[in-house]
Each structure stands twice: as structure tokens, then as C-alpha cells.
């Protein structure tokens, strides 16, 4: 037997089910007016969006002009022990920040997906609207990749015998794993590299001509361990010292220079 109401207005609380829950006051708690309870499942929305009963709550469009089904104007809290909490279907649009304390896998065929394993397997490119030609050309270009997490500086000397290193240099590189290239512009001016430090490079020429040349200098991060290069196992989630953090790979330079 069903009953029909135009309207129905319930003042004190809402059951559907045989069940008991505390959390809206019933049993020993006092009763909170304005709650619901129901075992479940519950559709609200277009009837014909679920086929089956996929889960205690269903949610889907109204019959109305709505733009969505769930607007929330306070926080959610999702907790439980199954394997997966929170399962969306379809796209998911976040307005504002995301904070994630745990891990994030990305199983889809996405772009994103496709995109990291791209970075692990091949060169590190980027790639972007050509510059010149416009739309419809494109550019990429790779990194330099090598055997240990370098930095460089580059510049151009002129009538002076010292390079001044960036002065956080002395706190981010290895001084022992500087290594310097000089160009001379003009004329030859027999340079030499004298002697180097962490904040200077100190350079000596001989004959009139003073010193004009074009510098690359490259060093190794000691912020972090040498990276590991080789090592045996399947992903690289099999990398020893992953984060460059272990203390047993401390005070290991990859290219050492003295």
C-alpha cells in the first residue's frame, strides 16, 4: 500500500529501515530534529541514471535545469577502509588548491599518465608553439642528460681575471666537482685556469691583450646524494636512495675534479 502528499512536513526525524543510529540520536542519545536515516540504497535524482544498486548513495541529475548534482558550501569528510573511499566517474573540476598527504596513481589512459611514463623512458623534452612560425608549428627540445645532478653557470668575462660564482654556489655544489671551459673572444690570450674556490674562479693570461672570453662552469649538488646510476631491479621505484636523502649514500661525488 503507498500513501500520496501534495506536501509533507516532519518536524522530528525521518526513517527508513529497521535499523538503529546513534549518530542521529537514537537510542540512548537525545533525538535530533531535522535527521534522516536510511539503510539503503538511496537514489536521489533521475531515476534512470543507475541500472543497479552501486552503492548506499546514488546521486544523479534532478529532472530540473540543474548544473550539478552535489554543491557543497562546507567541508566533506570520507573516511573508511575499503579500497577505494571515493570513486568518481567522469571529470573532475577542482576550483581552488588540493592538498594530497598520501600517494597518487594515475591509472587512466590520460595525458597525464602517457606523460610520466614518456619522461621516464625517453628524453626530457618540452614542447610548445613554435616560437617564429606560429600555430600549426611546433619546437621541442631535450635536457642534457648525465650521469649526476649537475647546475651550471655561463657568462662573459671582460678585462678581469676572476669569475664571482653565484654566491649560493658555496652552500649547493660540490667545490670539488667545478669544472670550467673558456672560449677567447678576438685575438688568442693564453688563459689558464690558476686556481678555484666556492665563490671564485681565478684565471691568468699572458701578453698585453686583456682577457675577453665566453665561461661555462659546471658543478654537482651536494644539497642532495650523488645520484645512483645504476642499479639492478624493474621500475625505478627499485632506485636505492630515491628521495637523495639516505645518509649511508652521503659525501659521494659522481665527477670528481681534484
Known amino acids: 500500500m503507498a500513501w500520496g502528499f501534495d506536501d509533507l512536513v516532519v518536524g522530528g526525524q525521518v526513517i527508513v529501515g529497521t535499523g538503529h543510529p546513534k549518530s542521529i540520536g537514537i537510542g540512548p542519545k537525545k533525538k535530533i530534529n531535522g535527521s534522516m536515516f536510511a539503510e539503503g540504497p538511496v537514489v536521489f535524482g533521475d531515476p534512470t541514471q543507475y541500472d543497479n ?68 623512458a625517453s628524453p626530457k623534452l618540452f614542447d610548445m608553439v613554435h616560437p617564429s612560425k606560429g600555430e600549426g608549428h611546433r619546437l621541442a627540445h631535450a ?56 665563490e671564485k674562479v681565478h684565471l691568468q693570461s699572458r701578453g698585453p691583450i686583456p682577457i675577453d672570453c665566453f665561461y661555462h662552469i659546471y658543478a654537482e649538488r651536494k644539497d642532495v646524494n650523488a645520484l645512483i646510476v645504476e642499479y639492478e631491479g624493474q621500475t625505478w621505484k627499485d632506485r636505492p636512495d630515491i628521495n637523495g636523502k639516505d645518509p649511508k649514500y652521503a659525501e659521494v661525488i659522481n665527477t670528481r675534479t681534484r
Open 143 to 198: 635536457s642534457i642528460e648525465g650521469p649526476e645532478v649537475g647546475v651550471y653557470y655561463r657568462g662573459r668575462l671582460r678585462n678581469n681575471n676572476e669569475i664571482e660564482l653565484p654566491s649560493y654556489w658555496k652552500d649547493l655544489v660540490h667545490v670539488d666537482s667545478i669544472s670550467v671551459q673558456l672560449q677567447p673572444i678576438g685575438a688568442h690570450q693564453d688563459i689558464i685556469i690558476k686556481r678555484w674556490d666556492d
Open 53 to 120: 544498486n552501486e552503492a548506499t548513495l546514488m546521486l544523479g541529475h534532478t529532472v530540473n535545469d540543474d548544473d550539478a548534482c552535489v554543491e557543497v558550501t562546507s567541508e566533506i569528510g570520507i573516511s573508511g577502509d575499503l579500497p577505494n573511499v571515493l570513486k568518481v566517474k567522469g571529470n573532475t573540476i577542482f576550483d581552488g588548491d588540493v592538498l594530497v598527504t598520501g600517494s597518487v596513481d594515475c591509472f587512466s589512459t590520460g595525458n597525464l599518465e602517457e606523460r610520466h611514463k614518456a619522461a621516464d
